[in-house]
């Protein structure tokens, strides 16, 4: 499976709004409701942002939200704050092409940075 | 809170072999399915695989770079998730992590540990 293919880089100034793209294919993003984001902070555990979609687990703040459209997600951050700046990791369930087996797909990631 | 803290990584030459470990605590890791997930430096993540639970079957799955020279394994009675792989190439230079899975993904994850395959 290929990766997901997300922007290397975004920015944005403290309190504004950024989006961070997903795109995959009809057989990952575009056909399971199972995508997840991901940050991570250098030399921290990557955290879960996003599951399924939309969903915000338990002590993540509502300033993150997701949404798909076909076969692109995308990561929504208002209300940017410096603590925000960290790489964001997408990824995406899928089957594999040989053994038709689970599998899951990631994206790139991309960095955030804060102005 | 959920910890994973794995362990066993280290240099080792191409064509040898190495077991990673993740230690599970903060949940009960007998009813988790966990993953194992791989960043080579400067690249991205890579899916390597999971192992369901014991009551889903302990059943495996692999991605295909890795099918047939890794395996997944579990000891529900230590708290503990094994990454077993054999026949090492350059190219499985990576950080290796492990997950929980839930949620349709990965969910929490462990900070890595550092596997080199070099001669």
Not at chain 1, 88 to 103: A, K, Q, R
Request: with cysteine; hydrophobic share 30%.
């Amino acid at each position: 499976q290929s990766a997901l293919t997300q922007p290397a880089s975004v920015s944005g100034s403290p309190g504004q709004s950024i989006t961070i793209s997903c795109t995959g294919t009809s057989g990952d993003v575009g056909g399971y409701d199972y995508v997840s984001w991901y940050q991570h902070h250098p030399g921290k555990a990557h955290k879960v942002i996003i599951y399924e979609v939309s969903n915000r687990p338990s002590g993540v703040s509502n300033r993150f939200s997701g949404s798909k459209s076909g076969n692109t997600a995308s990561l929504t951050i208002s209300g940017l704050q410096a603590g925000d700046e960290a790489d964001y990791y997408c990824s995406s369930y899928t089957t594999d092409s040989y053994t038709s087996s689970s599998s899951w797909v990631f994206g790139g990631g991309t960095k955030l940075t804060v102005l | 809170e959920v910890q994973l803290v794995e362990s066993g990584g280290g240099l080792v030459k191409p064509g040898g072999s190495l077991r990673l470990a993740c230690a599970g605590s903060g949940f009960t890791f007998t009813n988790a399915w966990m993953s194992w997930v791989r960043q080579p430096p400067g690249k991205g993540l890579e899916w390597l695989g999971l192992i369901k639970s014991k009551t889903d079957g302990e059943t495996t799955d692999y991605a295909a770079p890795v099918k047939g020279r890794f395996t997944i394994s579990r000891d529900d009675s230590k708290n503990t998730l094994y990454l077993q792989m054999n026949n090492l190439k350059t190219e499985d230079t990576a950080l290796y992590y492990c997950t929980t899975m839930a949620g349709g993904g990965c969910y929490d994850w462990g900070q890595g540990t550092l596997v080199t395959v070099s001669s």
